[in-house]
């Protein structure tokens, strides 16, 4: 059974840092790609930024050069270090199989930026 439990977010100062984590279990996750999502109030989810297999990284633009996935294939992990934080990054964050997510997502964390 699939199950992906994410954690991490919290209130945060615009300009600050956060780093979300993503525990997945009844999986074969080194095979996958695994991504970040993301769903803002009253907007639909995006994805934020995926990891390949090999590592291959990928982002949205509005992240570029702020944020960073990173996985640990020996311990199915997917992590999302998230720096200069706008209040636009306010959302409800979730990991999952990229491009074809599982049906059974996580609770997901939610990231508040705000002063």
């Known amino acids: 059974q699939v199950q992906l439990v994410e954690s991490g977010g919290g209130l945060v100062q615009p300009g600050g840092s956060l780093r979300l984590s993503c525990a997945a279990s009844?999986?074969?996750?080194?095979?996958?790609?695994m991504a970040w999502y993301r769903q803002a109030p009253g907007k639909e989810r995006e994805l934020v930024a995926s990891?390949?297999?090999?590592?291959?990284?990928t982002y949205v633009d509005s992240v570029k050069g702020r944020f960073t996935i990173s996985r640990d294939n020996v311990n199915k992990m997917v992590y999302l270090q998230m720096n200069s934080l706008k209040y636009e990054d306010t959302a409800v964050y979730f990991c999952?199989?990229?491009?074809?997510?599982?049906?059974?997502w996580g609770q997901g964390t939610l990231v508040t930026v705000s002063s």
């Open positions: 999952n199989r990229h491009p074809q997510a599982f049906d059974q």
């Open positions: 009844g999986i074969s996750f080194h095979f996958y790609t």
């Open positions: 990891i390949t297999s090999s590592f291959t990284t």
